[in-house]
């Protein structure tokens, strides 16, 4: 009795046994996190903060935990820094496919190289560029694919693309124009927002009707400091069946923010600031929760990507390395006081030096530089070509134009009218001196593209003055800058248009910068630069 009892307990504990070592993969999977990885404006900073290398070592040690990971960029990837600029982004191309990205979106600087050098660099990327709201306004299509399913196991998780409308003219606006200037490109913008809600409402709408158990947004957005209406947040007031944005182009570390959609449902969202500060790491548990957090205390290195980057490096070191001048005063695009950024919203040291760069060199009355133009700080010491490109990396050429009093008093106040949010086309000047008064609210009118139309009340900007004299609103000036601005209209400055243009794109950027170091500072940045918040040529009323 014993034994027979004995007997038919093992052969219960065997059949368990067996039945335990052929439990079907799917069984196995409800047990493990599906991961979402994400980086977004790095700016070809690939040996910032963590670091590409890290980023492709921390992918590699989580497969070993779970199969289930996808890591994506929410654009801004290729351009930011000489080593993109002079691979016109194919550098950094190569790495993301050497780490292994599985989605990617272009944000607004995707495009600084073209629109055919874009469409190249689409083909080059491994896992290719998505972007739901990017429109040939001719054929009425999608130029990109608008999302892409992943299936992990049972689960089907569709990841979607949007681009900020803000791109066409945070980017050069003539890339996305025929040779007429008619835009052929279209970003689904209009002045309420309500044209980008609904292509994205659309496509949310599409991959739900094929049954995917997740949707996440890949975006390029941002939440302060840009257009409100573009923003990521209000895409989630305004959309339903989005679980979690994942977002960029504002730069802003956000590890969780909660918005509630059109039905009062939470959305995620989520950001990791730039330059790979962080790294983003979205988690669906088993149970089908989901979080986001940002991971910044990564140490191993991936010796195959540390290779490539220092391959791509090698490329350029003889140029790059070359010695341009010596600098005893740090320029700077930040408030001494509180390390913010301040060349997007006030006078610094580093855009007086380069708007005296245009004005003394292109010979004119008056120069101007965008704040968004400036990128880095060029600290004490001897500096380099490598320098001048990462302050300077978007390789603008310049222009020079005769215009008016008036519209020179429309471009400053289009570029205070955000004030005191940062503005990209915020105006940093040479050779004249203004004012804003930020108690008088703006009354600068745009178009849905952003772009300036006219001022329907009272001016910021005042007391406008020339060399010491008071603008001449009917008088002519010579102005120089780049052609960004003065000839295509970026940040939306369209008041230029038909200008006579007095000297056309003989000269970059970086060969007006060096020229004026060289042959008009003796090759040394000196004490008229000393004070970080510039020479007074900014005042504000606040």
């Known amino acids: 009795m014993h034994i027979y009892q004995l007997k038919i307990r093992q052969l219960f504990l065997a059949l368990l046994t067996f039945c335990f070592i052929f439990i079907p993969n799917s069984a196995w999977a409800i047990?493990?996190?599906?991961?979402?990885?994400?980086?977004?404006?790095?700016?070809?900073?690939?040996?910032?903060?963590?670091?590409?290398?890290?980023?492709?070592?921390?992918?590699?040690?989580?497969?070993?935990?779970?199969?289930?990971?996808?890591?994506?960029?929410?654009?801004?990837?290729?351009?930011?820094?000489?080593?993109?600029?002079?691979?016109?982004?194919?550098?950094?191309?190569?790495?993301?496919?050497?780490?292994?990205?599985?989605?990617?979106?272009?944000?607004?600087?995707?495009?600084?190289?073209?629109?055919?050098?874009?469409?190249?660099?689409?083909?080059?990327?491994?896992?290719?560029?998505?972007?739901?709201?990017?429109?040939n306004t001719i054929t009425g299509k999608n130029l990109l694919p608008a999302y892409k399913i992943f299936q992990f196991d049972d689960k089907k998780i569709a990841l979607i693309g949007v681009t900020t409308p803000e791109t066409l003219n945070s980017s050069t606006p003539a890339y996305f124009q025929d040779d007429k200037g008619n835009f052929i490109y279209s970003f689904n913008e209009d002045a309420t927002g309500k044209k980008l809600y609904t292509n994205i409402q659309n496509t949310v709408d599409t991959v739900q009707k094929l049954g995917v158990d997740y949707v996440f947004?890949?975006?390029?957005?941002?939440?302060?400091?840009?257009?409100?209406?573009?923003?990521?947040?209000?895409?989630?007031?305004?959309?339903?069946?989005?679980?979690?944005i994942i977002d960029g182009h504002s730069h802003?570390?956000?590890?969780?923010?909660?918005?509630?959609?059109?039905?009062?449902?939470?959305?995620?969202?989520?950001?990791?600031?730039?330059?790979?500060?962080?790294i983003g790491k979205l988690t669906i548990t088993p149970q089908g929760e989901i979080s986001t957090e940002l991971i910044n205390d990564l140490t191993k290195t991936n010796q195959k990507t540390t290779d490539l980057i220092n391959e791509e490096k090698n490329k350029y070191a003889p140029l790059l390395n070359q010695i341009i001048g010596t600098n005893t005063v740090k320029l700077t695009t930040n408030d001494p006081n509180t390390n913010t950024r301040l060349v997007r919203n006030g006078e610094t040291n580093l855009g007086d030096f380069v708007t005296d760069t245009y004005r003394i060199v292109l010979n004119t009355d008056v120069a101007i530089c965008n704040g968004g133009a400036i990128r880095n700080e060029l600290p004490i010491g001897d500096f380099s070509y490598n320098d001048i490109l990462t302050t300077f990396p978007f390789g603008n050429m310049c222009v020079v134009l005769e215009i008016t009093g008036q519209q020179l008093l429309d471009a400053l106040e289009m570029g205070a009218s955000r004030y005191p949010e940062e503005f990209g086309g915020f105006m940093q000047i040479s050779g004249a001196t203004y004012t804003i008064n930020s108690k008088i609210p703006s009354s600068v009118i745009t178009?849905?593209?952003?772009?300036?139309?006219?001022?329907?009340?009272?001016?910021?900007?005042?007391?406008?003055?020339?060399?010491?004299?008071?603008?001449?609103?009917?008088?002519?000036?010579?102005?120089?800058?780049?052609?960004?601005?003065?000839?295509?209209?970026?940040?939306?400055m369209t008041m230029f248009k038909d200008s006579p243009i007095l000297q056309n794109e003989e000269l970059s950027e970086t060969d007006v910068i060096i020229e004026y170091i060289q042959n008009y500072l003796n090759a040394t940045i000196g004490n008229e630069y000393a004070n970080p918040y510039g020479q007074n040529r900014i005042t504000i009323i606040k």
């Open 31 to 135: 047990q493990k996190d599906i991961i979402i990885l994400y980086t977004n404006d790095v700016h070809c900073g690939i040996e910032d903060n963590l670091g590409y290398t890290k980023l492709a070592q921390y992918k590699e040690d989580l497969q070993q935990n779970t199969p289930y990971i996808a890591l994506v960029d929410a654009g801004d990837a290729i351009q930011g820094s000489p080593i993109g600029k002079l691979s016109t982004g194919e550098a950094i191309i190569n790495i993301m496919n050497d780490i292994g990205y599985d989605f990617a979106i272009p944000g607004n600087h995707e495009f600084d190289y073209g629109m055919d050098r874009f469409l190249i660099l689409n083909d080059k990327l491994s896992c290719g560029y998505y972007s739901s709201n990017l429109v």
């Open 252 to 278: 802003e570390v956000i590890p969780t923010f909660i918005a509630k959609n059109k039905q009062g449902k939470n959305v995620l969202i989520t950001q990791t600031g730039t330059k790979l500060q962080n």
């Open 447 to 492: 178009d849905e593209k952003g772009n300036f139309i006219k001022v329907d009340g009272a001016y910021r900007v005042q007391n406008v003055k020339i060399n010491g004299k008071d603008l001449d609103l009917n008088k002519k000036y010579t102005i120089g800058g780049t052609s960004y601005i003065l000839k295509f209209a970026g940040n939306g």
């Open 217 to 244: 947004l890949v975006a390029h957005l941002g939440m302060n400091g840009i257009t409100s209406r573009w923003s990521s947040l209000a895409v989630a007031q305004n959309t339903q069946g989005i679980d979690a």
